[in-house]
């Protein structure tokens, strides 16, 4: 009988391995530890709190969220409270005007979902922040004006711009 | 589901075209006949149309064909064009050129070469596929589904675009061992529907399982890279592209607080309950597929997904 040729046996399991790996994990978030924030604002302050800045952040983004989800029930599901979407939608243009300064060069953490992409290529988290800090101006403004195609629209355009900047830089 | 109708009605008729993730154009010509390029890369497709064309749209957009196949933020010419990293652990698969270059995309294809790669996993000259091609879930599709498909992809214009090659190790490289991964995790087969539900669950299980490949990423693997079957659906912590897929089984470690209409807001828009914005690869699953499927089939695919045993499967 003839043997097969060792490289063969090792290609055709290795090949499981591949093919098993590619849907096996590694947690890129290990590699980055947290490490002292260096703000032009803050010289001089070592050892900024990273995790104040984290608990900061993400309290704004659940606001955020907290005001989507209630502007959905009104704008799509018809919940009878459309006297209050100008106050979701002056909120969330309010809270939406600074999103680059809330993630400062060096603000990673283990409790942060932040991707370590945000600093390697802030300039495109920096322009997809400007894209929803602009829509959420535009929500803002049709809230005032209360015509429900031009607000659900504008909402739309909002919460398709959260994903956006979720799908790049957030693990 | 009146929200949710009502939403679909504004994105037909109110839609600005301004939208990252949705500028879907669901007024392209119908019946594009490739000309316009414009035209087939923002048809939206119908299920119910006459035109094979226009069912191949939807179907490409439902089975992901065009987030896999598709450059992320490419030009509207590369349509399909492939050249879109899958990254896996073990290298970068790219997602290849489907358009209708004779060259270097299927141009030259038959029906029969289509359905073959589709069906089997394999390439017309017989050599094998490998599985981050979902042809596993892809291989349940019907006929007269495959069929559309290709009538479709004939339409795409051609690119003149070279696939990349699979950033992969040397012995990754070897096709033929493909064919023991398949003698453990593959099986080829047409789905069943089950005659004691109704139409709607069997819409949104032949979704679901044959076209849209939700349990592709929603399930954990076995050592042999297949779906770890006790655990379909219930999510796992090493996703496909490294980071954790939730459990979409109606437990409360799952989905089990979502409502439907929950569930339709995700595919459609990608909101979850808490106003929180899915990221991901989940994000182009929904801005490239889910989110240009009819209400009809989303509210059938969450019927079916709220029809699965609950399993507990706690994923951080």
Redesign the interface.
């Known amino acids: 009988m003839r043997s097969v040729p060792l490289s063969?046996t090792?290609?055709?399991g290795?090949?499981?391995?591949?093919?098993?790996?590619?849907?096996?994990?590694?947690?890129?978030r290990a590699a980055h530890d947290p490490s002292p924030v260096g703000l032009p604002g803050f010289a001089g302050v070592q050892n900024l709190d990273v995790e104040a800045l984290v608990d900061h952040r993400q309290g704004v983004?659940?606001a955020?969220?907290?005001?989507?989800?209630?502007s959905?029930a009104i704008l799509?599901?018809?919940a009878p409270f459309e006297d209050r979407i100008s106050l979701h939608g002056t909120a969330l243009a309010g809270l939406l005007t600074d999103i680059p300064d809330l993630f400062p060069e060096g603000s990673a953490h283990d409790e942060s979902d932040a991707r370590p992409e945000i600093w390697e290529d802030f300039g495109t988290f920096t322009d997809r922040g400007q894209?929803t800090m602009e829509r959420a101006a535009a929500f803002g403004e049709a809230t005032q004006g209360g015509n429900q195609?031009e607000m659900?629209?504008a909402f739309?355009?909002l919460?398709?711009?959260?994903?956006?900047c979720?799908?790049s830089f957030?693990? | 589901m009146g929200g949710v109708v009502g939403l679909g009605v504004l994105l037909i008729t109110a839609w600005g075209g301004d939208s990252v993730a949705r500028a879907h154009s669901p007024t392209a010509p119908a019946g594009v006949q490739g000309d316009t390029l414009v035209g087939v890369v923002e048809l939206r497709g119908d299920p119910e149309s006459d035109d094979p064309v226009m069912r191949g749209a939807y179907l490409a957009r439902a089975g992901n064909c065009v987030t896999c196949h598709t450059e992320e933020d490419a030009a509207e010419e590369l349509f399909l064009a492939g050249g879109k990293p899958i990254e896996t652990p073990f290298g970068v698969f790219y997602g290849t050129n489907i358009t209708s270059n004779p060259e270097h995309g299927i141009g030259d294809w038959s029906e029969e070469d289509f359905a073959r790669a589709m069906r089997e996993g394999r390439a017309p000259d017989g050599s094998h596929y490998y599985p981050s091609f979902p042809y596993a879930a892809f291989t349940k599709m019907t006929d007269s589904d495959i069929s559309d498909l290709y009538a479709f992809l004939r339409e795409v214009p051609g690119v003149d675009r070279e696939n990349i090659p699979h950033d992969i190790p040397w012995y990754a490289g070897f096709r033929g061992s493909l064919a023991l991964w398949k003698m453990m995790n593959f099986e080829e087969g047409r789905f069943e529907p089950d005659p004691d539900r109704d139409e709607q669950w069997n819409r949104g299980a032949y979704l679901t399982r044959a076209v849209t490949h939700c349990a592709e990423c929603h399930s954990p693997r076995t050592l042999s890279g297949g779906i770890d079957e006790g655990l379909r659906y219930a999510g796992t912590s090493d996703g496909p592209d490294g980071g954790s897929v939730p459990n979409i089984t109606p437990h409360e470690t799952g989905i089990g607080g979502w409502s439907a209409r929950h569930l339709v807001r995700y595919l459609e828009f990608g909101m979850d309950p808490d106003g929180d914005f899915a990221g991901g690869s989940m994000a182009d699953v929904i801005s490239e597929g889910t989110s240009y499927l009819t209400g009809e089939d989303l509210a059938a695919i969450v019927d079916y997904l709220s029809s699965l045993d609950p399993i507990e499967n706690e994923i951080d």
């Open positions: 063969l090792l290609a055709a290795l090949v499981f391995l591949v093919v098993a790996a590619g849907f096996t994990a590694v947690d890129s983004m659940r955020v969220s907290g005001h989507m989800a209630a959905a799509l599901d018809g894209d195609a659900t629209q739309i355009a919460g398709d711009s959260c994903g956006a979720h799908d957030r693990f």
